[in-house]
């Protein structure tokens, strides 16, 4: 039974479509991370949620929108897809200790 | 500012040879220090964690860590690199007092000659 569960593992999409990323854990964690690794493979933290609350938000264009429907779901969902939004996309969460993330397998977002 | 660097983009090592890995911290308290690990196509997995005490720390897959907070740094070691150590490895740090906001370094890329 996968702790953290990311749906779908690849998305090929077109320039100007909208699309939406889904995570569901199963752990009973209160906190809800996405993050984005680029082809660099640098990691950089986009949004949290924290009991349905959004707690940390980055950075980030306003075509991202996450939404969480219940503690244990947090989606991602993007309009208007740019090349520069090819990334993997990482899900993760937490309980309300430091520490003790658990990633997703993440999604391969490739726009084209 | 704060950051956290992992100054080798790529290492090279012989299967079997000890493996060091740099990661130093720019912070003005010191922060939780991990390390995570991420096989190709696959997500992170986290080898071990530093909040306080013994500065050495042990984690999986043989894996440990020195904390040396007159270095600001937090390095990884393996004694003994098998292939399936291939990965990229990243440093990563939740601030003290900043909740739980994890911060990744650049990341390490290793890879293992037979």
């Known amino acids: 039974d996968t702790a953290v569960s990311q749906t779908p593992k690849y998305l090929v999409t077109q320039m100007g479509n909208d699309k939406s990323i889904k995570c569901e854990q199963n752990?009973?964690?209160?906190?809800m991370y996405w993050y984005k690794q680029d082809s660099k493979k640098f990691l950089k933290i986009m949004f949290s949620?924290?009991?349905?609350?959004?707690?940390i938000n980055e950075t980030v264009p306003n075509r991202f929108s996450p939404k969480s429907p219940d503690k244990a779901h947090l989606n991602l969902h993007i309009n208007s897809l740019e090349l520069g939004d090819s990334a993997v996309y990482f899900c993760?969460?937490?309980?309300?200790?430091?520490?003790?993330?658990?990633f997703g397998s993440g999604t391969r977002l490739t726009v084209v | 500012a704060q950051s956290v660097t992992q100054p080798d983009i790529h290492i090279t090592v012989s299967e079997g040879a000890s493996l060091e890995l740099r990661c130093n911290y720019s912070?003005?308290?010191?922060?939780?220090l991990f390390w995570y690990v991420q096989s190709p196509g696959q997500g992170l997995q986290l080898l071990l964690k530093?909040?306080?005490?013994?500065?050495l720390v042990q984690g999986i897959k043989g894996f440990e860590a020195e904390f040396k907070r007159s270095q600001s740094s937090f390095n990884l070691r393996k004694p003994s690199v098998h292939w399936s150590d291939a990965a990229e490895y990243f440093c990563?740090?939740?601030?003290?007092?900043?909740?739980?906001?994890?911060?990744f370094g650049t990341g390490t890329q290793l890879k293992v000659e037979l």
């Open positions: 990563a740090v939740v601030p003290t007092g900043g909740g739980n906001k994890l911060t």
């Open positions: 949620y924290n009991n349905k609350e959004l707690i």
């Open positions: 752990l009973g964690h209160d906190t």
């Open positions: 530093y909040f306080s005490g013994d500065t």
């Open positions: 912070y003005g308290a010191t922060p939780y």
């Open positions: 993760a969460s937490s309980p309300d200790e430091v520490g003790g993330y658990t």
